[in-house]
């Protein structure tokens, strides 16, 4: 009994410190068609103070901050990470809401109309919209500008709580490219096998839900058998 608590034990400590570690980043490059794009360069230290462009306001008195494969800034808007690392925020009548979570970006086609050419970046999972019942997403396009240098939003819409974001930067040309090209028809890009570090926590914590669901059942056994060994033994005795 006492050895299958201290595995339980173990397995938990070993839980909590997987999780206590994850790095919320995840990779910014994404692959496809023999298409690179990288856009690392944007992402920000969430540590720090948010740059200049990565904030819009709407005409409804909202507005919007995002980063890139990172969480935004704790420093600057201290709430939008309240229930998972939010790589897209809005504050809205004084509160801050996740519109998708670091975990959840993926890579896909050019949405946007602004540029001929570019990648999207979608972040989903974000805080529950009750208006709509859905929750807060985003996809922000970047646009491929070989003068904008880094960047920055320039323009925003939404249809009920997903928003769409416009973004120009060098950094949406495809690597190795500053000229805008016709944009390709495939609609997901991947990111690289490392998939970033968020992904290996996701595994680890798998497995130390599974060793404890394991250890739970060998404690079970261990605790049925002891009760059979008991009355075998009382049994034994009755008839001495």
């Known amino acids: 009994g006492m050895l299958g608590g201290l595995s339980c034990v173990g397995v938990w400590i070993f839980f909590l410190v997987v999780v206590t570690n994850v790095d919320a980043s995840v990779s910014c490059e994404a692959y496809g068609n023999g298409t690179t794009f990288n856009l690392a360069p944007l992402t920000y230290d969430p540590n720090g103070v948010a740059p200049a462009g990565y904030s819009i306001a709407d005409g ?15 420093v600057s808007y201290y709430d939008c990470s309240k229930n998972s690392p939010a790589a897209s925020c809005q504050l809205s009548g004084g509160i801050y809401y996740s519109c998708g979570t670091v975990a959840s970006t993926s890579f896909m ?21 009750a208006g709509t019942g859905q929750y807060r997403e ?29 973004f120009r930067s060098e950094y949406g040309c495809p690597e190795g490219s500053l000229t805008p090209s016709v944009n390709p028809v495939y609609p997901i890009y991947t990111m690289d096998s490392t ?3 968020i992904n290996y926590a996701v595994i680890c914590a798998a497995v130390a839900l599974s060793l404890l669901a394991i250890s739970a059942i060998l ?16 049994n034994s005795e009755e008839y001495d």
């Open 195 to 197: 998939g970033g570090d």
């Open 60 to 74: 409804y008195g909202d507005t919007f901050y995002i980063n890139f494969c990172e969480e935004v800034s704790t």
């Open 138 to 166: 985003t996809y922000i396009n970047v646009g491929c500008d070989p003068d904008a240098k880094e960047g920055q939003l320039f323009a925003e819409s939404s249809v009920g709580c997903t928003y769409y974001l416009d």
């Open 109 to 129: 086609y050019y949405q946007g109309t602004a540029y001929s050419s570019g990648i999207t970046v979608f972040y989903q999972d974000g805080d529950y919209c």
């Open 219 to 234: 404690v079970g056994i261990l605790a049925v058998g002891l009760v059979i060994f008991g009355k075998g033994k009382d």
